[in-house]
């Protein structure tokens, strides 16, 4: 439980913030507000964000998901904002590590995920 809640607390304090600002800049603006990207807020997020998947990329060469070896909370907690940003050109930053890369269509993949999808279309 301890490591589980130590990956919650790095999804919620590092990997949140930068990757729902992404979210709501390269998605939500432009699709659904007319609104200009800020070139600056993506780069500033992209940066803290590669820092984030850097420390997730040495985690996942150690076990499959974040907290070991069977998929918990902490990598479901990603979902929401994964899903958003792999439909923009931040997927780049997911794509360019390849454990971060296999693991996000590992948990991108789940049954019950892709159920919540389709109720999204």
């Known amino acids: 439980m301890a490591i589980i809640g130590l990956w919650l607390e790095v999804e ?3 990997y949140e913030q930068p990757a729902a ?3 709501r800049e390269l998605h939500f603006k432009p699709l659904f507000f007319g609104i200009p990207t800020d070139p600056k ?27 070991g070896d069977v998929f ?6 990603h979902l929401p904002t994964l899903h958003f940003l792999m439909m923009t ?7 360019s590590l ?5 693991w996000v269509a590992d948990i991108s993949a789940r049954p019950a995920w892709l159920k919540v999808i389709a109720m999204l279309n």
């Open 41 to 67: 807020v993506v780069e500033e997020n992209e940066a803290k964000l590669s820092v984030v998947l850097g420390i997730y990329e040495k985690r996942l060469s150690e076990s499959k998901y974040l907290a």
């Open 21 to 23: 600002k992404l979210a």
């Open 89 to 95: 050109p931040a997927k780049k930053l997911f794509e």
């Open 12 to 14: 919620a304090q590092q």
């Open 98 to 102: 390849p454990r971060v890369s296999a």
């Open 72 to 77: 918990t909370l902490a990598d479901l907690h």
